[in-house]
């Protein structure tokens, strides 16, 4: 069996057009593979374990937070988010509509040409992908960034078409990379389960009282 976190299981590809990236999505069509494009420039990565481990955590963490906090949202997942006049396209290991929810509400299919893109976008970066995603989500025009770097949780936030590494979240101000980090960091020593129950209470004795001021 290949290991999936090796380099061999990362692939890029040139002086792709437009029609060739959208025709290379169809084919892939549901598979475990993510597809970034720039501008001509493609990559592909077959998606590991540990990889989407810690996406469906960190997702289940944003929804154990806004369902405690009681913020509506409308979960994305791997979305697919491209602009042909801008010439890139990528999909999130996970995103939430947060500010925006209400406006793509009971959509069955997202258009960034005329909707908003995610408020909230969450990466994990085990292997080091080549391509710059940052680029594209600014171009996209995301707003915040939760990159979990082997270890490191990060937040970046769009500022000025640039993103800028902050502790403090922008759609939850009250969280900061290191309260979330320690729970992250807490499902290599125990189940998901434990993890989220440990966090809901967190929430509950930490941040309610700022989530029914706000």
């Known amino acids: 069996m290949p290991d999936l976190l090796t380099p061999e299981q990362q692939f890029t590809l040139t002086d792709i057009s437009w029609e060739g990236y959208e025709t290379i999505l169809n084919l892939l069509n549901d598979r475990p593979v993510r597809v970034t494009y720039n ?17 469906k955590l960190i997702a289940r963490l944003v929804e154990t937070l806004t369902e405690e906090l009681n913020i509506p949202i409308e979960a994305a997942g791997s979305t697919t988010f491209k602009r042909k006049v801008l010439e890139r396209g990528l999909e999130p290991d996970e995103c939430f509509y947060i500010q925006n929810q209400a406006k793509i509400r009971g959509k069955k299919a997202i258009d960034l040409n005329t909707d908003p893109p995610p408020d909230l976008v969450i990466e994990i970066d085990i292997t080091n992908s080549v391509s710059d995603r940052l680029e594209i989500y600014a171009a996209l025009g995301v707003p915040e960034i939760w990159r979990w770097d082997n270890g490191t949780l990060q937040f970046w936030i769009l500022q000025q078409q640039q993103y800028q590494q ?3 979240s922008l759609n939850f101000p009250q969280l900061s990379t290191a309260d979330l980090g320690t729970f992250i960091t807490l499902s290599d ?21 700022g989530g029914e001021e706000s």
Do not use: P
């Open 189 to 209: 020593q125990t189940d998901q389960t434990t993890v989220i129950r440990q966090f809901r209470t967190w929430v509950q004795n930490n941040l309610m009282a």
């Open 39 to 55: 501008r001509g420039f493609l990559e592909l990565m077959i998606l590991s374990y540990a990889h989407e481990r810690y996406k």
């Open 166 to 168: 902050v502790t403090q």
